[in-house]
């Protein structure tokens, strides 16, 4: 939900040229969309434990990490209780859709990156069985990722690339032909 500009943007002529899909790691940013770090970092977390993440927690304490925190609440707020945050522009919906929604962050996130028409494959990282059935949950989640739902996510996340330039060429078919 991040990082986009690659699989959206730079990966699209290979999406439609040779029919390619991709396979996703790590789609819930080592733990981060799963709302488990918007207070904090927990004891026992990944985190809190694991060398190669004290970068990341580093950069929790930065604008650009700060502003994630902010995304991954309002995401939060999408997926379960639907109580109004600091985006004006969409706090009924947000209202109506999370009640609607009933589900976590980890769900929500995991069925939107599913959601994408290129996407073949979403690797899961669960390290116990309860986050592997929390993962899961994303498959009852998908069906209900409304045009409607999926707009508001976009006005959460803020952060849909923008299409490629083609200074002024005529666009491509699916086999990269005039």
């Known amino acids: 939900m991040f990082h986009r500009e690659r699989p959206e943007k730079e990966y699209d002529p290979l999406y439609r040229k040779y029919g390619l899909g991709t396979t996703t790691f790590s789609s819930l940013a ?3 969309l799963t709302g488990k770090y918007n207070d904090g970092i927990p004891e026992g977390s ?3 434990t694991v060398e190669m993440f004290k970068k990341s927690v580093a950069s929790l304490q930065e604008e650009e990490g700060k502003e994630k925190i902010r995304k991954v609440r309002e995401l939060t707020k999408l997926a379960a209780d639907g109580k109004p945050t600091n985006l004006r522009k969409i706090h009924l919906m947000i ?3 999370a ?3 009933q589900t976590t962050p980890t769900a929500l996130a ?3 990156v599913a959601k994408n028409p290129n996407t073949s494959t979403v690797i899961l ?3 116990s069985p309860e986050q592997l059935k929390e993962n899961l949950k994303a498959l009852e989640v998908l069906p209900r990722l409304t045009p409607e739902i999926m707009e508001k996510i976009e006005v959460i996340l803020n952060n849909k690339p923008s299409p490629p330039v ?8 699916q086999f990269g032909r005039l």
Request: no cysteine.
């Open 30 to 32: 080592a733990g981060l």
């Open 110 to 112: 995991l069925a939107w």
């Open 46 to 48: 990944r985190f809190a």
């Open 125 to 127: 990282g669960a390290s």
């Open 99 to 101: 009640t609607e929604l």
């Open 166 to 173: 083609n200074y002024g060429r005529p666009a491509l078919d």
């Open 95 to 97: 209202n109506i859709l």
